[in-house]
Nanobody, 115 residues
Framework: QVQLVESGGGWVQPGGSLRLSCAVSGISVITYDMAWYRQPPGKERELVADTPIGARPDYADSVKGRFTISRDNAKNSVYLQMNNLELEDTAVYYC?????????WGQGTQVTVSS
């Protein structure tokens, strides 16, 4: 059974930082393109950052220079370091693993940025 479990969300003031983790089981992150998505309140889900196999990470324009995606193959995990958080970063953040046939999703973790 494939499971992606996100953690690390919470409340933070503008300018603060959070580090999201995605622990993966049932598949190997080495063989999947890994990504973080988010869904702000009342809006569509959007791609935040991805780290394709054998390619450089890519980021949404709104988070470039502030967010960093990384993967730890030994721990079968993916991370999202979020710095200088803004009010507009408030959303549910989802981890995703995209393969040739299937895409797997985590259950999401809430990130709230407010003063």
């Amino acid at each position: 059974q494939v499971q992606l479990v996100e953690s690390g969300g919470g409340w933070v003031q503008p300018g603060g930082s959070l580090r999201l983790s995605c622990a993966v089981s049932g598949i190997s992150v080495i063989t999947y393109d890994m990504a973080w998505y988010r869904q702000p309140p009342g809006k569509e889900r959007e791609l935040v950052a991805d780290t394709p196999i054998g390619a450089r990470p890519d980021y949404a324009d709104s988070v470039k220079g502030r967010f960093t995606i990384s993967r730890d193959n030994a721990k079968n995990s993916v991370y999202l370091q979020m710095n200088n958080l803004e009010l507009e970063d408030t959303a549910v953040y989802y981890c995703a693993a995209a393969g040739r046939i299937n895409t797997y999703w985590g259950q999401g973790t809430q990130v709230t940025v407010s003063s």
